[in-house]
C-alpha cells in the first residue's frame, strides 16, 4: 500500500489552491482506510508526524499503537463509528512518535461512501497542534489552527459527502456558531437562515455528487451575518473557505433602497435629515410624485416638517413607538400604520424606515417606503368579520360568544358576575317548512333586530345558530347589575318582544320563545358548563308549554345526569341484548281475538322494570330507537311467519309502535318492504301504530310516506289520538285504517264527562271517516260496555289479558279457544 499522498490516488486527484496552500502551511496530514483491506494509507507529513521510516506501511492496529492508551480506544471507537454508522469524529490526542517524540494532535474522520452511498472506509486529517505539555481544550486549539496558517479572519472547513462538518477551525466556528456549540457532525446548510436552507443544500449535494467547486455569494446566516463561501472537492467531500461579507451587503442594501425607492412610482417614498426622533423630530428632505398623488399634499408644502403631520386620533401609538426606539438605535425598523391625507381621509400604508450612512458610516438620512395597503386591511377587516360574526344577522357568533363569555366567566383572569340566556324560537322548523328558507331568514334578522333593542348597552346578544340565539349579561362597574334580577327583567323583555307578530311579505307571522337561564358568580363553572345548564334550563321550558322561561337549579342537573346515566344503561342493555319484546291481545265485540300489540320491555339489574314511557324517549334522543325499533320489527314479522302456519292462529295481526324519529329515517320504507318480504307474511298482518307528534312537521312529507306504506299492503293506526297535535281537518287527508283511543280517556270515562264525550267524539268521528277505532286500557267490564253502546267494538287491556311473554300468549291463545277466560287484573301497568 502507498505510503504517500503522491502515491495514493486518493488524495492524488485533490484539487484546488486552497488545499495546495494548506499542505504547504501546516503540519497536516491526510489519511485514509479501505473497509475492505483493512489497512490504512497516509500522506508524507502524517508519515513524518509519525517519524515513520520511509515505506513503512502499518496496520490499523499499528497505527493506533503511537496513540496514549487512554485515547488509543476513543480513536478506536470513533474509526469504528464512522466506518459502521457514517458519524464524523473530532478528538484531541497524544501521540507517540516512532522515536519516542510526544506531541498532542487534532485527529479528524469522515465516512468515505461509493457512489450508491454505502460506506466502503473513512478518511481524514491529523494535525499537530501542541507540544506534549498542552492540556486538551484550552484557547491554544483555537489560536494554533488551520485558520492562522491562512491568514487573520479566514475560516477553513471541510464536510463529508452528506454535507456534515468534518472539521472547522476558530474563525469558521465563529462565523457559524458563535455560542461555542460543536460543528462537527451538523450538516453545513442548518447554519443559514430556514428560507435559504432548501436551495442551500441542492447546490452542495449537487457539487458533493459530480466532485465540483462550488461559489456562493451572500449567503444569509442563522447568526443575521452574510457569508460569501467558496468550496473544492476534499477526498469523497468538500474544503471549505468562508469570509464575513456582511458590511458589503449593508452599504449594497441601502444603496439599492434609496435608489429604488426613489424610482418605485407607485409607492410613498419619504426622506428626512438624521434628526433625533424628539420634538420636533427629522424634517422632511425629499418627497416623490406617489406621496402628493395619495397624501393630498404638494411637495412645497411638506418640505422642511416634521411627518407628524400625517398622524391622527387612530394612529397607532405603540407603531410610533416602535419607530422611536427603532430611530434612537440605528436600526431598520417596519411597521403598518394608520395615516391620514390631507383631507383627513384614513389610510393605511406598509411603511419601511431605514438609516442611511455615508463612507465613514456617520447617520445621513432616513429614507421611509410607504406602500398603500388600505384595501388589503379591508380585506383583513371582512375576514376578521366573517370569523367572529353570523353574515344573516350581523350578530357575534358562537366563536366570538365563547370569547367573551370565557373572559366573563374567569378564564385566564379574573372574571365578573352574569347571567347566560338560550333563547330558542317555538316552531321555528314549521315556518320553514311551510312558508321556505327565506321568510325564515327574514323572521331570524327581524328576531336579531328585537333582542338587540331588549338589552342594554355593553351586553351581548349572540346567534349560535339555526334559531338559537344566547344574551350574556354582566355586572361591570359601568354597567353594575345584579344577574338574577336583570335576567328575570331582561327575559320578560324578550318574550314580550318576540311574541309580537313578524310582518313577511305578503304574511303576517306569530312566534314565541322559550328561555333558559344560568346565573353565574364567585362559584363560577367552566364556558361548556355555563351552556350546558342554560341549554337544559331552556328545555325544562320547552317542557313547561313554551313561551316562558326556566332558571337552572342543581335538581334540573340531577335530573339531565340521571337521564345520561340512563342512556348509558340502555346503550349497555342494547348491547347485552336485554330488552324483550311482550305482546298483549286485542279482542273484538264477541270476545274473540284479532291480533296483538308488540310492547318492549326492560328489566334493569338495579332499576327494576323501567317503563316505556320512562325509557322510549331517552332511546328517541340518543337514536338507539333506530335500531331497536328494526329488532322489534324483525322479531314481530318474524313471528307473523310463524303463526301464518298454524291454523289457530294465522288470522292474528301483530301492532307494531313507530317512533317519529324511525319514521322519517329515509330507509323506514324499504326496511318495511324487506322484512315483509323476507319472512313471506301478509302485509295486511302487519300494523304500524304512529304518533300524533310526527304529524306536527311537515305534514305533506309524513302523509307521502304514509301512502307508501299502504300501497304495501301495511296497515297504519294513529295511537293515542286525542292527546296530541292533529287538527281535525288534516283528519281526512291522513290514509290511515284506524284511530286508538289514548288510556287517559278511558280510565275515568264513567265518571268524568269531559272523558266520556271526548271518547264518544272520537268514535263518531271514525263512524263517519270509516276508521276502525280501538280503546287501550279497558280494564272493566263496566267501560267496555259503555264502549260497546258508543260504538267501540274492539279492545285492549287488563279487562282481557295483560302483556305477556311470546310462550306464555300462546298458552293463552290455546286456553281462550279452549273457552278459558283470565280474571282481570287491577289497573297499574296498562297496556
Not at 297 to 321: A, C, I, K, M, N
Not at 552 to 574: H, I, K, T, Y
Amino acid at each position: 500500500m502507498a505510503t504517500s499522498m503522491s502515491m495514493d490516488p486518493v488524495f492524488a486527484r485533490e484539487p484546488g489552491q486552497l488545499l495546495q496552500l494548506v499542505e504547504q502551511s501546516v503540519s497536516l496530514g491526510f489519511w485514509r482506510l479501505d473497509a475492505r483491506e483493512g489497512r490504512p494509507s497516509w500522506s508524507a507529513q502524517l508519515a513524518r508526524l509519525h517519524d515513520a521510516p520511509e515505506g513503512y506501511a502499518p496496520t490499523l492496529e499499528d497505527a493506533l499503537a503511537r496513540y496514549a492508551g487512554e485515547h488509543r480506544s476513543e480513536l478506536r471507537a470513533g474509526i469504528r463509528a464512522c466506518l459502521e454508522e457514517g458519524t464524523p469524529f473530532d478528538l484531541e490526542v497524544q501521540l507517540h512518535s516512532m522515536q519516542g517524540r510526544r506531541t498532542w494532535v487534532r485527529c479528524v474522520g469522515q465516512a468515505l461512501r461509493d457512489p450508491g452511498g454505502a460506506i466502503v472506509g473513512c478518511e481524514g486529517l491529523v494535525q499537530e497542534i501542541a507540544p506534549s505539555g498542552y492540556a486538551p481544550g484550552t484557547l491554544l486549539r483555537h489560536v494554533v489552527s488551520m485558520g492562522g496558517a491562512l491568514g487573520s479572519g479566514e475560516a477553513f472547513a471541510t464536510v463529508d459527502r452528506q454535507g456534515r462538518i468534518s472539521y472547522a477551525n476558530g474563525e469558521a466556528a465563529r462565523m457559524l456558531a458563535p455560542g461555542g456549540e460543536p460543528l462537527v457532525g451538523r450538516k453545513i446548510w442548518s447554519y443559514f437562515q430556514k428560507r435559504a436552507r432548501l436551495g442551500l443544500e441542492e447546490r452542495f449535494m449537487q457539487a458533493l455528487e459530480q466532485r465540483e467547486a462550488i461559489e456562493l455569494e451572500e449567503l444569509d446566516a442563522q447568526v443575521r451575518h452574510w457569508l460569501e463561501l467558496r468550496g473544492f472537492p476534499f477526498g469523497s467531500g468538500l474544503a471549505l473557505h468562508l469570509r464575513d461579507v456582511s458590511s458589503r451587503r449593508r452599504a449594497q442594501q441601502h444603496l439599492m433602497l434609496l435608489e429604488g425607492s426613489i424610482a418605485r412610482l407607485n409607492d410613498i417614498v419619504i426622506i428626512t435629515e438624521a434628526a433625533p426622533y424628539r420634538a420636533p423630530g427629522p424634517r422632511i428632505v425629499f418627497v416623490n410624485e406617489a406621496f402628493e398623488r395619495r397624501t393630498g399634499y404638494t411637495r412645497d408644502e411638506v418640505l422642511g416638517h416634521s411627518p407628524r403631520f400625517l398622524q391622527g386620533p387612530d394612529t397607532q401609538r405603540s407603531q410610533l413607538d416602535r419607530i422611536r426606539a427603532a430611530l434612537e438605535q440605528w436600526e431598520r425598523v417596519r411597521v403598518d400604520l394608520v395615516n391620514y391625507t390631507r383631507s383627513g381621509e384614513p389610510y393605511w400604508v406598509d411603511l419601511d424606515v431605514s438609516p442611511v450612512w455615508d463612507e465613514s458610516r456617520r447617520l445621513t438620512h432616513w429614507v421611509a417606503v410607504g406602500r398603500d395597503i388600505t384595501e388589503r386591511k379591508r380585506d383583513e377587516e371582512k375576514i376578521q368579520y366573517l370569523a367572529f360574526y353570523d353574515p344573516l344577522t350581523e350578530l357575534p357568533n358562537r366563536q366570538r360568544l365563547l370569547e367573551r363569555l370565557g373572559a366573563a366567566a374567569g378564564e385566564g383572569g379574573p372574571g365578573r358576575d352574569g347571567a347566560l340566556m338560550f333563547i330558542d324560537l317555538d316552531n321555528f322548523k314549521v315556518l320553514n317548512d311551510t312558508l321556505g328558507h327565506q321568510k325564515g331568514d327574514l323572521l331570524l334578522q327581524q328576531v336579531a333586530r328585537r333582542l338587540r333593542n331588549c338589552v342594554a348597552r355593553g351586553d351581548m346578544v349572540a346567534r349560535l345558530g339555526g334559531d338559537e340565539f344566547v344574551v350574556l349579561l354582566e355586572n361591570t362597574p359601568e354597567k353594575p347589575l345584579d344577574p338574577l334580577t336583570a335576567a328575570q327583567s331582561v327575559s320578560q323583555r324578550i318574550l314580550d318582544a318576540l311574541g309580537e307578530p313578524y310582518v313577511l311579505p305578503g304574511y303576517l307571522h306569530h312566534s314565541t320563545c322559550s328561555i333558559g337561564v344560568t346565573v353565574f358568580g364567585p362559584a363560577r363553572s367552566g364556558v361548556s358548563e355555563l351552556l350546558k345548564q342554560a341549554d337544559l334550563a331552556m328545555y325544562q321550558a320547552k317542557a313547561a308549554g313554551r313561551n316562558t322561561v326556566r332558571f337552572f337549579d342543581p335538581e334540573m342537573q340531577a335530573v339531565a345526569s340521571e337521564n345520561a346515566a340512563l342512556a348509558a344503561d340502555l346503550r349497555q342493555a342494547w348491547r347485552d341484548n336485554h330488552l324483550a319484546i311482550e305482546y298483549q291481545p286485542q279482542v273484538g265485540m264477541d270476545g274473540r281475538m284479532t291480533g296483538v300489540e308488540a310492547l318492549l320491555r326492560w328489566e334493569h339489574p338495579s332499576r327494576g322494570l323501567v317503563q316505556p314511557d320512562h325509557f322510549i324517549p331517552t332511546a328517541e334522543e340518543t337514536s338507539l330507537i333506530i335500531p331497536i325499533g328494526h329488532w322489534v320489527l324483525e322479531t314481530a314479522c318474524a313471528q307473523l311467519a310463524l303463526w301464518a302456519r298454524h291454523p289457530g292462529r294465522a288470522h292474528l295481526g301483530i301492532a307494531v309502535n313507530v317512533s317519529v324519529r324511525q319514521f322519517r329515517h329515509p330507509d323506514f320504507i324499504d326496511e318495511v318492504m324487506h322484512c315483509v318480504r323476507r319472512h313471506g307474511v301478509p302485509p295486511g298482518r302487519l300494523k304500524l301504530e304512529l304518533t300524533e307528534s310526527l304529524l306536527a312537521d311537515n305534514l305533506d312529507a309524513a302523509i307521502a310516506r304514509m301512502r307508501n306504506l299502504k300501497d304495501m299492503g301495511v296497515r297504519l293506526s294513529v295511537d293515542d289520538f286525542g292527546i296530541g297535535y292533529s287538527a281535525l281537518s288534516y283528519l281526512k287527508r291522513l290514509p290511515i285504517d284506524e284511530l286508538k283511543i289514548d288510556r287517559g280517556f278511558i280510565r275515568d270515562i264513567l265518571t268524568d264527562g269531559n272523558d266520556a264525550a271526548i271518547a264518544g267524539t272520537i268514535i263518531g268521528l271514525c263512524r263517519n271517516l270509516g276508521l276502525e277505532v280501538i280503546a287501550e286500557g279497558v280494564e272493566t267490564e263496566a267501560q267496555r260496555e259503555f264502549l260497546a253502546r258508543q260504538g267501540c267494538h274492539r279492545y285492549q287491556g287488563y279487562l282481557f289479558c295483560r302483556p305477556l311473554p311470546i310462550a306464555d300468549l300462546e298458552a293463552f291463545i290455546d286456553r281462550a279457544e279452549g273457552g278459558a277466560r283470565l280474571t282481570p287484573e287491577p289497573s297499574s301497568a296498562g297496556s
